[in-house]
């Protein structure tokens, strides 16, 4: 089965379902059906919920299960925020745990002064 497109290939804009048919029965509905924001996600940011989900939201699980950076893992977050109509919004200890992570990367020598410079 291949995932729903959810923008028209002609113009552009958002498509919606008119038709359900049961794989069973064979039962059909018609009409006007909304897919819901996370159908609007690209196939890589649905992965990436699923594995917040399973890793109940902490990023650090996530960080693990990825073998990726805290700072990729919040960017990565911060996107699908983004792309399910939503204001990301800084708060203070997300600032602070970020700069740690970041610094204690550079002092581990993973990441250069000028990328640590770029991340901060």
Same mark, same amino acid.
């Given at each position: 089965?291949?995932?729903?497109?959810? *923008?028209?290939?002609?113009?552009?804009?958002?498509?919606?379902?008119?038709?359900? $048919?049961?794989?069973?029965?064979?039962?059909?509905?018609?009409? *006007? %059906?909304? +897919?819901?924001?996370?159908?609007? @996600?690209?196939?890589?940011?649905?992965?990436?919920?699923? /594995? %917040?989900?399973?890793?109940?939201?902490? @990023?650090?699980?996530?960080? !693990?299960?990825?073998? /990726?950076?805290?700072?990729?893992?919040?960017?990565?977050?911060? !996107? $699908? /925020?983004?792309?399910?109509?939503?204001? $990301?919004?800084?708060?203070?200890?997300?600032?602070?745990?970020?700069?740690?992570? $970041? +610094?204690?990367? +550079?002092?581990?020598?993973? /990441?250069?002064? !000028?990328?640590? @410079?770029? @991340?901060?």
């Amino acid at each position: 089965m291949y995932p729903a497109p959810v *923008h028209c290939p002609v113009c552009h804009d958002e498509l919606r379902v008119a038709r359900m $048919v049961c794989p069973t029965c064979g039962t059909a509905l018609e009409g *006007h %059906f909304a +897919l819901g924001r996370l159908a609007a @996600l690209t196939p890589e940011q649905a992965d990436f919920v699923e /594995i %917040f989900l399973r890793c109940e939201g902490k @990023l650090n699980r996530v960080q !693990e299960e990825l073998g /990726i950076s805290y700072p990729t893992v919040r960017s990565r977050l911060e !996107e $699908v /925020i983004r792309a399910l109509g939503y204001e $990301v919004r800084e708060d203070r200890e997300d600032a602070e745990s970020r700069r740690q992570e $970041v +610094l204690q990367r +550079l002092a581990r020598r993973e /990441i250069t002064a !000028e990328e640590a @410079l770029q @991340l901060l």
